[in-house]
Structures are given as C-alpha cells and as structure tokens.
C-alpha cells in the first residue's frame, strides 16, 4: 500500500496522515471550499477540493471520492471517524471499485450497525443484554405490553444511529405513547429508519468501552478499556483509560466478552464494543462502533500501539503482530475535547476566529487538533477545536498535568469547554473515582463555573494588586537609597 486517501477533514485526518509518513506512504487529501487553507490539507502529499461547505456536497459524496481515488492512484482509502466511516455502502463501493477500505468489511458493519441486530449476533455468545425487547417495536400496544414486563423507568432507543438521538426516558405507562411517537420521529428525521426498541433504564450507569483488533486471520485480541462516562447531550468530554473502577476480573470478562463480539461478525480492524456498567458492577453489552473512535489517543498512550498503524497493516492482510498476552497497561491516561461551545450555556456552539491560539506542551502532554491561530471554526461541521490528552505513571499524575495543560492552553475568540473540563477534573466525585453518566445533572450548573472564573479573576486581582503595593514599596525604597547615595556622593566630593 504506496498511497491512501484520507475521506475526512480535521485533526483526525492530520492525524491519520502523520502514521501514514512515518510508514513512508503517501496521502490524499479531500477538502471542501471551507477547509481549503486547513492544516490537514497544506500536510498531505497530495489534495483536491471536493465541493462546497456542507458535508452532503463534499465529504459524503462516496462515489466522487472514489473517482478521485482511482485517478490519482491511490491503493485504499481511511475514513477516519464521522462522515462515510460507518457507512456500509461506502465500504462495498469501495471493494467494488478494486481499492481497499481501511476498516471492517461491509458485512460486519451492517450487523453493527444496527443496535437490534448487533444484539441478536452479541446473544450466541451468551454476552450479558440490557432486559427489553427482543427486535423492534411495530405498535404501541406492543410497546406497553412490553414495558409492563421491562419496568420503569426505561428508554426507548432508535435503532439506527447514535449521539443521543431517537432516545427517550419513560418514567411511567402514562407517558409511553408520546414518548414512543417522539422516538419514532426523531429517529425517521436523523437516520431515515423510524424503528425503536425497549431497554430497561440503568440507574447511575457508568459508559465503559473496549477497544478491540483483529486480522483477517481470524485473531481478535482487546486492549483494554476507556471509561466515557462524562458526557452532555449523550455525547462523550472527558474518556480516560484505564477506568478508575474495573477489577482485573471484570476488566477479563468485558474484554473476553468483546472479543467474542467481534466474532459474532468476523470483525477485521479496529472496533469498539460498549457497555454500560451498573452500580453492582454488573455490565450490559450496548452497542459496536465499527470504526476508531475519538477517544482513542488514550489507548494508544498506555498500550504503546499506534491503532492507524494497525489499522493500515490489517487492511494490508498482515497479521496481528502481538497476542493478548503480549498486551499490558502502562501508566494512566486522559482526554478532554474542546468544543467551542459555551459550557455556561447549555453548551451551545461558540463559532467564530481563534483570536489566539497557543497549545500547552512538555512532557505527558499531547495535542490532536486540525486549526491554527487566525483561523475560523467552520459553522457546517462538529464544533470540536482539538483533543487534549495527557499521560502520567498514575491517574493522579494524568489529572494534575492535564490541569496543568489546561492552564496553558491559550483561546482567545471562542468560547470553549477547557474551563468545565478543569471544573470536572478538580470535582471530588472525578478524582475519588465516583461519578457516572448524570455528572452534569447532579454536579453541575452553570453558576458554579461562573463563580469560579469569579473567583479566579478576584485572586488574579488580589495578586496583581500585591505584586503593584511591592513593586511601589520597592521603587520608594530605591528612591530614597538613591537619594541617600547622591548625597553621599555629594558630600564625598565636596570633602
């Protein structure tokens, strides 16, 4: 594989084409109009602009980025994460055309990629399910019927998708079947597939997810776990790896258990496979993510393993080149994504120009990001600026240094979400290690980060006006000294 396309934009394609150089392949990139000056494009060794801004008219056109693939002579093409990464189609049409699709096979991501038939595969493991329905929900009859059974509260899921979407919390019987319509509809309007389906509701669930690879050889091996349980909107801020609460035990079982997912459907790649851990520590299998997730920089930081690198060997046929007893945790590290948005405000994207912009460095401290000082955050794309991720020999070490990078990153022209990500990492519930996914409802508004900006700028104040009251006593001091030194010298002369 001399050359591979890279069929996405921002940090992760910059990241994407640093392991392709340091294996000495070439990169494509494809850009729209709004990324044209981006870094990811001045990078590559080769780029086309693709269309317009908004991502129907550029990075979702499949079958121009083919085209663009076989002109240009490219061997396969990374989807990067977003976008057509998950995209079944795009990975047939792929194959199709005689090029390589760097992830999993069509076939594993359309059993994958629906949450109904995931589980169906998942169950001739025996891995441990989330009580509800066992397929999708065709009446509301039937929904009540089996929400009787399930218990309340419960949610109802959409089938297709993520990020929240198509998801309702049922509380009582009453409020089914407007929930359920509700569900219906948002799922219809953001995956074009209306199907839901019944879980019973987890009480103060932890989100714990395992990486996996496997080969087409048939080996599939896990390299451990991240914890994602700080999140808004269902969506991840803060994952860390390893989590703070797993025993070697159950770290043992969830990995075995996501093994045998990726078996399930002969799964070729880097995969996730989630779970929700209750407060029993009981785990409950979620769903697939048939690609490499965000948060993955953290796996790769205490296993040593570059996950693009793997990625690109196994689409090249290779084998595994390390065993699951080759594998080990060293250290402890975390992630914290900047969105511009404004954490005071229901976290409401914050587009605008990066004002100023300076990265945090030294030792422990790694930055993913695709922009540069002067740039604009596009208004057609995830508000994410960067992936700030840190590393240390414990997890009290990984805390303080990211509070640290924290500290030394430097925004200016947007608002972001460094400040409630430090808020988070100083919390006791964060830092003893016991929080779940309902951090934000139960530990956090938005006037306790205001009050604690406030509180920061009145003892920046107090020390500015300290170091103004010394410098004032210290120039009356020299003052006087001078004075005293010119009279002496005076007096000396005239003597």
């Known amino acids: 594989m001399n050359k591979i396309l890279v069929a996405n934009r921002g940090?992760?394609?910059?990241?994407?084409?640093?392991?392709?150089?340091?294996?000495?392949?070439?990169?494509?990139?494809?850009y729209s109009e709004a990324d044209r000056n981006a870094p990811f494009v001045k990078y590559a060794d080769e780029a086309v602009c693709i269309g317009p801004p908004p991502s129907n008219q550029s990075y979702l056109l499949g079958d121009k980025i083919i085209e663009i693939s076989k002109q240009l002579g490219v061997d396969g093409i990374h989807p990067g994460y977003g976008f057509l990464s998950e995209n079944a189609s795009f990975a047939a049409a792929v194959k199709k055309a005689g090029l390589v699709f760097i992830g999993p096979s069509s076939e594993a991501m359309n059993i994958m990629g629906d949450k109904l038939s995931a589980k169906a595969a998942a169950k001739k493991y025996k891995i441990p399910m989330v009580p509800g329905s066992d397929g999708a929900i065709t009446s509301v009859v039937e929904g009540k019927k089996i929400a009787s059974l399930t218990g309340f509260p419960l949610l109802i899921?959409?089938?297709?998708?993520?990020?929240?979407?198509?998801?309702?919390?049922?509380?009582?019987?009453?409020?089914?079947?407007?929930?359920?319509?509700?569900?219906?509809?948002?799922?219809?309007?953001?995956?074009?597939?209306?199907?839901?389906?019944?879980?019973?509701?987890?009480?103060?669930?932890?989100?714990?997810?395992?990486?996996?690879?496997?080969?087409?050889?048939?080996?599939?091996?896990?390299?451990?776990?991240?914890?994602?349980?700080?999140?808004r909107r269902h969506q991840k801020v803060i994952e860390e790896a390893p989590s703070s609460v797993l025993t070697p035990e159950i770290r043992k079982a969830m990995g075995e258990c996501a093994v045998n997912v990726g078996k399930a459907c002969n799964y070729e790649g880097a995969g996730t496979v989630e779970f929700l851990l209750d407060e029993n520590k009981n785990f409950y299998f979620l769903e697939m993510n048939t690609r490499l997730q965000v948060e993955h920089p953290v796996t790769e930081m205490i296993t040593g393993i570059d996950l693009v690198k793997e990625q690109i060997k196994v689409a090249r046929g290779e084998r595994l080149s390390f065993t699951q007893a080759d594998l080990k945790i060293h250290g402890h590290s975390l992630e914290v994504r900047v969105y511009a948005e404004d954490p005071c405000n229901n976290f409401l994207p914050d587009i605008?120009?990066?004002?100023?912009?300076?990265?945090?460095?030294?030792?422990?401290?790694?930055?993913?990001?695709?922009?540069?000082?002067?740039?604009?955050?596009?208004?057609?794309?995830?508000?994410?600026?960067?992936?700030?991720?840190?590393?240390?020999?414990?997890?009290?070490?990984?805390?303080s240094r990211m509070i640290r990078a924290i500290d030394d990153y430097k925004i200016t022209g947007v608002e972001t979400t460094l400040s409630f990500c430090k808020f988070v990492l100083k919390h006791k519930a964060f830092t003893s290690g016991y929080f779940d996914t309902h951090f934000i409802k139960d530990h956090f508004s938005p006037e306790m980060l205001s009050t604690e900006n406030e509180d920061e700028a009145i003892v920046a104040a107090l020390f500015g006006a300290k170091l103004m009251t010394e410098k004032q006593v210290s120039s009356k001091v020299e003052n006087k000294e001078s004075v005293e030194s010119r009279s002496k010298w005076k007096a000396n002369r005239l003597n």
């Open 11 to 30: 940090e992760i394609a910059l990241r994407i084409m640093r392991s392709c150089r340091e294996m000495g392949i070439k990169t494509v990139a494809v």
């Open 157 to 231: 899921k959409a089938s297709a998708g993520g990020g929240g979407k198509g998801m309702r919390i049922v509380e009582r019987i009453e409020e089914f079947e407007e929930q359920m319509k509700l569900a219906v509809n948002e799922a219809t309007s953001a995956f074009g597939n209306g199907a839901v389906f019944i879980e019973r509701y987890v009480a103060g669930p932890r989100h714990i997810e395992i990486q996996i690879l496997g080969d087409s050889h048939g080996n599939i091996v896990y390299l451990f776990e991240r914890e994602c349980s700080i999140q």
């Open 352 to 399: 605008g120009k990066l004002v100023t912009y300076r990265r945090p460095q030294g030792l422990g401290v790694r930055v993913d990001d695709g922009f540069e000082e002067g740039m604009d955050i596009p208004i057609y794309y995830d508000p994410m600026i960067s992936k700030l991720i840190t590393f240390g020999k414990d997890r009290e070490e990984a805390i």
